[in-house]
């Protein structure tokens, strides 16, 4: 979830288009909008408002009645996406992947043995690497050999969300009013397509690699809403999303 800092860097974002002309905007204002929309009209009007809910999109931009929806990042960003885990492992069996894989999921996400967090003792994280090694191994080799399943968890975490909104992401912007880059759907998914991520031991789908929000080790349970909770995070975001804006088009 965006941080109050997050929330005033998109309020200062929407208030620098919200009812201004093209040609009024400021030179970083406009270049996200040649990203989004290509050529512009100097004395078109741009409108731009804040979704509703927690959806994948924070705004709204409006151009020539064309609308595109923007995911705003701030600061390092690398947690790109957080879901129950239980979830994302069903999700991961309705796209084929096997059981075995998602047990190794849930293991490797309690780290107590079980698959559902019942176990009465959980081990530290380089302890649990060395127990399921050859169980990670093989869970990467399943999660990556095929990248359209890769592109379509991409998909959950980065546009679309768990809850299969119908308001769908489709470009990022990383920065503030005065300063940034954009993204979008178009580059990352051929990003994808050439990219891979074999050397990474983690476990991982893409360049997404999968944690427990918390794991306790050696601690009280505070709560078991974000034991539960898996993040999906992108090491290395920030420099990821400079080579991509440079090196594929919109």
């Known amino acids: 979830m965006p941080t109050n800092s997050g929330f005033f860097n998109e309020d200062e974002i929407l208030a620098s288009l919200e009812g201004k002309r093209v040609k009024d905007l400021t030179n970083n204002m406009r270049r996200l909008l040649q990203a989004l929309f ?17 959806v994948k999109p924070d705004l709204i931009i409006t151009y020539k009645g064309k ?11 690398e ?7 239980e979830n994302f492992v069903d999700y991961l069996g309705s796209l084929g ?34 127990k399921l090694d050859g169980a990670l191994e ?19 975490c980065l546009w679309n ?6 308001v769908k992401a489709d470009s990022i912007y990383h920065g503030d009013a005065e300063y940034g880059l954009v993204v979008t759907r178009r580059q990352i ?3 994808l397509e050439v990219k891979n991520w074999n050397w990474m031991k983690n476990l991982h789908i893409g360049p997404l690699q999968l944690r427990p929000h918390a794991r306790y080790v050696g601690k009280v349970i505070r709560s078991e809403k974000r034991r539960h909770a898996l993040i999906c995070y992108w090491a290395n975001f920030v420099p990821d999303l400079n080579y991509i804006a440079k090196n594929y088009n919109y």
């Open 138 to 156: 093989r869970a990467n080799i399943e999660l990556n050999r095929n990248k359209e399943i890769v592109r379509k968890i991409m998909d959950r």
């Open 161 to 166: 969300g768990s809850k299969n909104s119908p």
């Open 189 to 191: 998914d051929r990003y």
């Open 79 to 85: 947690a790109v996406h957080e879901e129950i885990v």
């Open 38 to 54: 290509g050529v512009l009209d100097g004395d078109e009007i741009v409108h731009a408002r804040k979704t509703e809910d927690f």
């Open 67 to 77: 609308e595109r929806f923007l995911s705003i990042k701030f600061g390092r960003a």
């Open 97 to 130: 992947i096997s059981k075995e894989t998602r047990d190794t999921i849930l293991l490797y996400h309690f780290g107590d043995g079980t698959t559902d967090g019942s176990g009465d003792y959980r081990i530290e994280y380089n302890a649990l690497r060395v």
